[in-house]
């Protein structure tokens, strides 16, 4: 998956499969309201409003190499 301008989130969600060596790690759901993880073939999703998101990402993230 390759994208290379910005992608505006509407009223429909976008949802994307991250896999790894052929092996699925989860979900990622992008919303107008949040971002969710429902990692491998667990049952439950984790959800964060894009504020958290935004602390999580600035405190444990890094920028691009």
Known sequence: LKIDHELPVGNVDVKI???????????????????DW????AKRTWSLTWQQFDDLMREHGHAPR
Do not use: A, C, H, W
């Open 17 to 35: 499969v991250v896999t790894r060596d052929g092996e699925r790690l989860g979900v990622v759901r992008i919303s107008r309201g949040s971002i």
């Open 38 to 41: 429902k990692p491998g073939k």
